[in-house]
C-alpha cells in the first residue's frame, strides 16, 4: 500500500485544482546541521567515571616480564606496558603515578577484567578471534607485534627449530605458545615432547635447569628469559618465527567510550612519535605549536578531549608523562634496555625499514 506524506498529498490536491498550470517548484532542501561527535548521544563511561570517582587507574600486568611489566628494586613498576598504564592515568587524571599495579598470571588475567577487579589490561596478550569473538573481549589496539620462538642452547648447535626431532620443549598450558607448538611440529612431521608447565615462569627456569632442549614462548618474552639465565650467551633465539603474535590492551565488553579512550590513547603516542613530539618537547609545542596535526594532538585546536570524556590535553598529558611510543619502546626494549630488540615490525610504517605501527589521525 502506498502511502502519501502530508506534503505530497497537498501537492497533489493543488495540482488536481488548478489543471494544466505549472506545477510550483520544489521547496528547498535545508542542510541539518551535523552535530559534533562529543555532543552525541553515547552514554558515557562508567568505568571512566569509577576511575575519576576513585583518583586512579586499576591496571592489570603481566607478574614479573623483564621489559613489560617487573618491579625494580624500590620496588617501582618498570617496563613497556607498565608505561602504557602510566599514560592511560595520565591521560584520564593528568597524573602518571595514579595507578594500581595489579600483577596477573596468564590464567586469571580476563577473570580479573570481566569481574572488574582491573579496568584495563595491559598484559602481552594476543588478539586472537576466539578471544575477541568467541570470549567476548575488546581489544583496543595493537602495542607490540610479536611471533613465537625457540630459546635453545648454543651447544646444540641448531640452525632451526625443524632440528628438534624428539626433543622436549617446554611451554605454558593454555597459552597460544602450546597450540603453537604443537601446529609448527606437526605440520612437518616433527616428534616432540612437550613439556607442559603451569606457567611462563615456569617453563622458563623447567628450561634453565636442563629439563627440557627448548623453551618455546613469544620472542619478546624470549629475549627476556634469556636475560634472567646463568649464562645468558650461552643460548640463542633460532630465526623460526612460527606464528603471527599481535599484542595489545584489553577492556571488557559493552562500555564502547571505555574502549575509545584506550585506543586513542595508544594511537596517540604512536603518532606523538611520527610528528617528533616527545616527553622533552611537549610542553613548549602546547603553547607554540604551527603544524596542525601536531596542534590538534596536544590540544591547541579542537577539543578531542571531550569525545574521549577527557580534558583538551589529554594526549599531552600522557605523552609528557611516558614520551612518545618510540620512546617507550627504545627505554623498555630497544637499545636502552638489556633486551636490545630491533624495532622491527614495530618501526613506524614510513621509518626504513618500514614496520607495522601506524598511528591514526586525530582530526
Request: overall charge neutral; glycine content about 10%; charged content about 25%.
Amino acid at each position: 500500500m502506498r502511502v502519501l506524506t502530508i506534503g505530497a498529498m497537498t501537492a497533489a490536491l493543488w495540482v488536481a485544482a488548478c489543471g494544466d498550470r505549472p506545477a510550483a517548484p520544489p521547496p528547498e532542501k535545508t542542510e541539518t546541521p551535523t552535530r559534533s561527535v562529543a555532543t552525541t548521544d553515547r552514554p558515557d563511561s562508567l568505568t571512566l567515571a569509577a576511575v575519576k570517582r576513585r583518583g586512579r587507574l586499576n591496571c592489570g600486568v603481566h607478574q614479573g616480564l623483564v621489559g613489560f611489566a617487573y618491579t625494580d628494586n624500590r620496588g617501582q613498576w618498570r617496563g613497556f606496558d607498565a608505561d602504557f598504564c602510566r599514560a592511560m592515568a595520565a591521560a584520564i587524571l593528568g597524573d602518571g603515578d595514579a595507578v594500581r599495579f595489579v600483577p596477573l598470571s596468564a590464567a586469571d588475567r580476563f577473570t580479573a577484567l570481566n569481574d572488574g577487579r582491573i579496568d584495563v589490561l595491559w598484559r602481552n596478550s594476543s588478539w586472537t578471534m576466539t578471544r575477541d569473538a568467541g570470549e567476548g573481549l575488546v581489544f583496543a589496539g595493537v602495542n607490540y607485534y610479536d611471533g613465537q620462538g625457540f630459546l635453545v642452547r648454543r651447544s646444540l648447535n641448531l640452525s632451526s627449530a625443524a632440528e628438534l626431532n624428539g626433543a622436549r620443549v617446554c611451554v605454558q598450558a593454555g597459552s597460544t605458545a602450546q597450540v603453537n607448538a604443537d601446529d609448527f611440529f606437526r605440520s612437518r612431521g616433527v616428534a616432540y615432547r612437550p613439556v607442559v608447565l603451569p606457567t611462563e615462569e615456569a617453563a622458563r627456569d623447567a628450561y634453565g635447569r636442563e629439563d627440557c632442549d627448548a623453551f618455546s614462548a613469544d620472542i619478546s618474552a624470549l629475549a627476556a628469559a634469556r636475560t634472567v639465565l646463568a649464562d645468558p650467551n650461552a643460548h640463542t633465539i633460532l630465526s623460526d618465527v612460527v606464528s603471527k603474535e599481535p599484542l595489545g590492551p584489553i577492556v571488557r565488553s559493552g562500555d564502547d567510550r571505555w574502549a575509545d579512550l584506550t585506543r586513542w590513547t595508544l594511537n596517540a603516542l604512536i603518532l606523538a612519535e611520527e610528528l617528533g613530539v616527545t616527553k622533552e618537547n611537549v610542553g613548549d609545542l602546547t603553547k607554540k605549536a604551527t603544524d596542525p596535526r601536531i596542534r590538534r594532538l596536544v590540544g591547541l585546536e579542537g577539543d578531542y578531549g571531550a569525545m574521549l570524556g577527557l580534558s583538551k590535553t589529554w594526549a599531552a598529558d600522557a605523552i609528557g608523562a611516558v614520551g612518545n611510543y618510540g620512546q617507550i619502546f627504545d627505554r623498555n626494549l630497544g637499545g636502552q634496555s638489556a633486551l636490545n630488540l630491533e624495532r622491527g615490525l614495530n618501526a613506524q610504517w614510513n621509518a626504513r625499514p618500514a614496520g607495522l605501527m601506524y598511528g591514526l589521525p586525530i582530526r
